[in-house]
């Protein structure tokens, strides 16, 4: 399940650890007009990456317009860490989103006990070239008053060419007493970077332990 570029042009990796930040999110009436605006202009001759994206996808996902096309979270997936850990939601069930948390322990490094895969899809559908990191995607957990970064990619920094689209499987150690998972990806097609909720699909749990050979990518 790895990630495409569709094409883009791929630079230095950018790793990102946990950070405390609570800025808020939002996309204004305007906004959301011109990007649809665009998007609509862009595929008059077809059916543009983010049309596309805006109209399809896994049932329960749902794609928000940017200042350049659009974005998406497509899945999302948590395991726990350790092998000593135990979920409240069985393997290979689909919980509610609003389900339980697991009951994974305390890493010996104090860092959070469980992991959470979440797959970001962006379309670029204007005439430029747009900046991507997996950093400007980040996750909120209801346990937690801070936003959290991600872990690992298995894309990093790069460039969605015009009409381009891209796929990234972006990991993140989250609590595991969260019950509920609130996303934003930061918008910087205009220069000035606008924070934009994306809503988050059922979680469902993944078998196996992210630290017993398992791949978290």
């Not at 605006?37 to 543009?48: D, F, K, N, P, Q």
């Not at 596309?52 to 049932?59: C, D, R, V, Y």
């Not at 395991?79 to 609003?98: C, D, M, V, W």
């Amino acid at each position: 399940m790895g990630g495409t570029w569709d094409g883009a042009r791929i630079a230095d990796p950018d790793m990102g650890e946990e950070v405390e930040d609570r800025a808020g999110s939002g996309l204004s009436r305007r906004r959301f007009g011109l990007a649809m605006g665009a998007a609509i202009a862009a595929g008059a001759g077809g059916l543009s990456a983010a049309v596309t994206l805006l109209a399809s996808g896994p049932p329960g996902t749902v794609g928000v317009p940017t200042s350049f096309g659009a974005a998406r979270i497509t899945s999302a997936q948590r395991q726990a860490r350790l092998a000593e850990s135990t979920s409240t939601t069985p393997a290979g069930h689909a919980g509610a989103h609003a389900a339980a948390g697991s009951t994974s322990p305390q890493p010996v490094n104090m860092t959070y006990g469980d992991h959470l895969l979440l797959r970001l899809e962006i379309a670029n559908d204007t005439d430029a070239e747009i900046a991507f990191s997996p950093g400007l995607l980040r996750v909120l957990p209801n346990s937690e008053p801070w936003w959290i970064v991600n872990r690992r990619s298995d894309l990093h920094n790069g460039a969605i060419p015009p009409g381009g689209r891209v796929s990234a499987n972006i990991s993140f150690l989250v609590p595991s007493n969260a019950t509920r998972f609130s996303a934003e990806f930061t918008d910087v097609g205009q220069g000035v970077p606008v924070r934009l909720e994306l809503p988050v699909p059922s979680v469902s749990w993944r078998p196996g332990y992210l630290e017993a050979g398992h791949d978290d990518a």
